[in-house]
């Protein structure tokens, strides 16, 4: 029987042009080789739809696996996808115990250059899991805030072929992602010039963006 | 003279709830202490989600491009002096309701970043931020919710550059909790 995997991208930017996107569609890359049937859900649209938006909560339950991709929103995931985990916890409340068990891995990525600043996120997750019935598979934690890097590339195609096989994140993805991908004093330099020019872009002057409304 | 403000973010899901005796006992002690208590029940405001488009640091700076109550909640949280969040502890981690409020908080702070220890982190917009406590709500004891929870609020400190941080925990089946809400709260105000 063809096995499915439920693609749960937790970015507002939604799943065509957010990294979350990008990095579910390199994840799972290799279960459709393996023959996986996938399909992706945007949860900040389905979080907060009622009546057909519920779909997402039943479809969780009778996936083989589900990922779940989102950014860092302060040190945790962004609120509609914290909405959309209360509502799969909620509707699975009364699950019946001898269904077979849905698996459940978790890739959170941030604008810091140090993934581990992932860790409470993915945290999470892991403790999402285990309140939804699901089986913990393990977490990625990407960051650099969705630089293209040879590393992390790596990491994701390792994670989705371990993944794919029916075996949990491995730790060797988990630790080549878990690197940060320069040295931290590059990545301040680089970060905040590119805050600089896109500043620029939209007509604000280097006093202007340091303005404060509320003082 | 004018009352001190602690902001208190309710972020109980359920109406008549969860939350509701933890925020009350909050109110009390502060108002004891001739406080002034803030309380924002985020469930019933129309806080629109962070769309995540960084308007807040490039194009708009320090106001989040949503007009709505989000911006107020943003400044009532940074003209306060000690700011509270009170949430049912969900996944070891703050409630969705809690979280849509926290995520609009993010125009308080620079988009540049600097060193804060060794970790890389924003750059501060204002002078001053309120301490944070954090207060999760369980309905038993569970070690490994709190440590995540306590991890938590000591991240967000971090990240909003609070002077001081404190979490502790009130649990729905009677359980004694240590420290209290009062033992955290007294700390924060006499540092």
Not at chain 1, 28 to 57: C, K, N, P, Y
Not at chain 1, 105 to 130: D, M, W, Y
Not at chain 1, 181 to 205: D, F, T
């Amino acid at each position: 029987m063809t096995k499915h995997v439920l693609v749960l991208v937790g970015s507002p930017r939604g799943l065509e042009v957010s990294t979350s996107g990008r990095y579910a569609c390199a994840l799972t890359e290799r279960f459709e080789l393996e023959g996986w049937s996938t399909e992706s859900i945007d949860l900040h649209r389905a979080a907060f739809l009622q009546g057909e938006g519920d779909e997402f909560v039943s479809k969780a339950g009778l996936a083989d696996l589900i990922l779940l991709v989102a950014p860092l929103y302060v040190d945790s995931l962004p609120a509609p996808t914290i909405r959309a985990l209360e509502r799969i916890a909620e509707g699975r409340a009364e699950r019946d115990p001898e269904a077979p068990s849905t698996r459940l891995a978790a890739l959170v990525h941030c604008g810091f250059v140090e993934p581990k600043q992932n860790e409470t996120a993915i945290e999470i997750c892991r403790r999402f899991a285990s309140a939804a019935g699901f089986e913990w598979f393990g977490g990625l934690m990407l960051g650099g805030g969705g630089m293209p890097s040879r590393r992390a590339a790596r990491a994701l195609r390792e994670a989705g072929d371990a993944l794919a096989r029916g075996f949990p994140i491995p730790p060797g993805a988990r630790k080549r992602a878990g690197r940060p991908m320069m040295p931290s004093l590059l990545y301040i330099l680089g970060g905040n010039l590119m805050w600089r020019r896109a500043a620029k872009k939209h007509g604000v002057s280097k006093d202007d963006l340091l303005g404060a409304p509320y003082s | 003279m004018t009352a001190r403000t602690a902001c208190i973010l309710d972020g109980g899901r359920r109406i008549g709830s969860d939350t509701a005796g933890a925020c009350r006992e909050t109110v009390d002690l502060l108002e004891r202490r001739g406080w002034a208590a803030d309380v924002l029940r985020l469930r019933d405001l129309d806080v629109a989600p962070c769309r995540g488009c960084f308007a807040c640091w490039v194009k708009t700076p320090g106001l989040c491009i949503i007009d709505d109550i989000g911006r107020e909640i943003a400044e009532r949280v940074v003209r306060s002096e000690i700011l509270v969040f009170v949430t049912p502890v969900t996944f070891g981690g703050y409630s969705s309701e809690l979280k849509k409020g926290v995520d609009r908080l993010i125009p308080l702070i620079l988009p540049y970043f600097t060193f804060v220890g060794r970790e890389v982190h924003h750059i501060r917009r204002y002078r001053s931020y309120p301490s944070l406590l954090g207060i999760g709500v369980l309905p038993h004891p569970d070690e490994d919710e709190e440590r995540i929870f306590r991890r938590l609020v000591r991240r967000n400190s971090i990240n909003f550059h609070a002077p001081d941080a404190e979490a502790c925990f009130v649990y729905e089946d009677g359980s004694p909790a240590r420290p209290t809400i009062g033992e955290v709260l007294a700390e924060v105000i006499e540092r």
